[in-house]
């Protein structure tokens, strides 16, 4: 196949995705990749890029309908493209398919698959310096600790949930989701080993995060929802209600759905509580 051919008939794949034919574009895709196989020479670029694109849209369409453990293993197949990992681009293409993968097995419950997968990103791109690849090193560790945390592996997913938030910079916007979430889930762990106290001390912590993106404002407010819920449980209500009003005082403000949908929950605690 020459790679201008290749290069057209991904366009094709992409065109017919974004219309919303996914079975058409499956069967474009299983094509393409089958005659991308009996390509012998995958030094050209034009053509070594249109095999992952391919590899990586049969996943993406897989994941689209409902296969998710088609999809994990469609991802780890353009996991192993060939690639320069000296290059940032190729590199995050590979790291990319790694979370995929990880994200889909966690989804259908293979939790332990899934810890290999994100503990395998993490060795291979851990030093990668394009933000990029570092984002994603650290989504898949907050990832990894999650998938621990699922397993009952509660001592190893707290000291990896702190670890993580210890070196994620709060104030940085590329940075401060994550490291929310990995309060999150430290908190969480030591809630389940019953150091309450340490997981009120840990959620207290989310104020240092900055919210200039909208993923990083709904991590806060949850965050805040979880710190509530725990002051309820030791049944330190009027403080509970406290942390709530101080996080809706300037919800109205708030269009974005992704952090509503985390405020409309805290409203709904906040009625639930007072009417205690």
Do not use: K, W
Request: with cysteine.
């Amino acid at each position: 196949m020459r790679p201008q051919e290749a290069r057209r008939r991904t366009d094709a794949v992409m065109e017919l995705h974004e219309a919303g034919e996914l079975a058409d574009a499956i069967a474009e895709v299983e094509s393409l990749l089958g005659a991308l196989a009996e390509v012998a020479d995958l030094t050209d670029p034009v053509l070594r890029e249109s095999l992952f694109t391919a590899q990586f849209e049969r996943a993406v369409l897989l994941t689209e309908l409902g296969d998710l453990d088609a999809a994990a293993e469609a991802y780890a197949r353009a996991a192993t493209t060939p690639a320069d990992l000296e290059d940032p681009d190729q590199r995050h293409e590979i790291a990319l398919a790694l979370l995929n993968r990880g994200i889909c097995l966690d989804t259908v419950g293979d939790h332990a698959t899934a810890v290999a997968v994100y503990a395998e990103l993490t060795e291979r791109f851990q030093d990668a310096e394009d933000p990029v690849t570092a984002d994603q090193v650290a989504r898949a560790r907050v990832n990894h600790a999650a998938a621990l945390l699922a397993l009952e592996r509660t001592g190893e997913a707290s000291a990896l949930a702190a670890a993580i938030a210890a070196e994620l910079d709060p104030t940085d916007v590329l940075s401060a989701e994550q490291h929310v979430m990995a309060l999150r889930l430290h908190a969480a762990a030591l809630r389940q080993t019953g150091d309450l106290d340490g997981a009120l001390e840990v959620l207290q912590r989310r104020s240092r995060a900055t919210q200039e993106d909208p993923p990083a404002r709904a991590q806060v407010a949850a965050a805040a929802q979880e710190h509530a819920e725990l002051l309820a449980e030791l049944g330190e209500v009027a403080v509970a209600l406290e942390v709530l009003d101080e996080v809706l005082a300037d919800a109205d403000l708030e269009v974005d759905p992704e952090v509503t949908d985390v405020l409309d929950e805290l409203r709904a605690d906040r009625r639930r509580l007072a009417g205690a």
